[in-house]
């Protein structure tokens, strides 16, 4: 495996801050990409082999000017896409407590069985996302890879490459923008960084 550096995209046009948009493809706002060329200063300098990006535009949009920096291409990988909301899409917490208050209270138990309605269960999307590090394997310990995606997927990388249960990606607090890197060994990953923002000072 390798070096990763996990990158969340940036805000959108449907304001991702304060909604829950997942299988919904949605752009990035204005302060989104001047988020995303922040990333791609802070990463100017490094080495880096490969980028791949869930296909979303959000995710994909800051995945390319990452990318193109580094005279890359972006590989677009569908096993890292958002969750599915189903009917929650696009939906403030509170409003999602208002008219899906079982989902919602599934929800605060932080429990693997939550479902959201016409959408994806937690357990068959930490199913996909896992499917993601077979990619990982293909690359040699001394590669820099540069992932870019959703909060929900990155959290459940984080604990597939740390070697941690999957109940435990609730505890981790990914903001929009934000950069984590973690080494990856034989014997297990090893986090070096976690939502760093230090990049979004001023903005």
Request: charged share 25%; aromatic share 6%; hydrophobic share 40%.
């Amino acid at each position: 495996m390798a070096r990763l550096f996990l990158v969340r995209h940036g805000e959108t046009e449907l304001k991702s801050s304060e909604r829950y948009w997942g299988a919904t493809d949605v752009a990035l706002s204005a302060l989104g990409l001047a988020q995303a060329n922040r990333l791609c200063d802070r990463l100017a300098a490094e080495k880096i082999d490969a980028v791949y990006s869930s296909p979303l535009t959000r995710a994909r949009t800051t995945a390319e000017l990452i990318a193109s920096r580094h005279n890359l291409t972006v590989t677009a990988c569908p096993e890292i896409r958002e969750i599915d909301f189903g009917r929650l899409e696009g939906l403030t917490f509170a409003e999602i407590e208002e008219r899906f208050p079982d989902v919602a209270g599934l929800w605060k138990k932080r429990t693997l069985k939550l479902a959201f309605p016409d959408g994806e269960t937690v357990t068959g999307f930490n199913r996909r996302v896992s499917r993601f590090t077979k990619r990982l394997e293909r690359h040699t310990p001394d590669e820099t890879l540069v992932v870019v995606a959703h909060n929900g997927p990155l959290r459940t990388l984080l604990c597939r490459l740390l070697g941690i249960g999957l109940e435990h990606r609730w505890q981790f607090r990914l903001a929009l923008a934000s950069l984590s890197i973690v080494e990856t060994y034989p014997e297990g990953g090893i986090l070096l960084r976690l939502n760093d923002v230090s990049h979004l000072v001023g903005l």
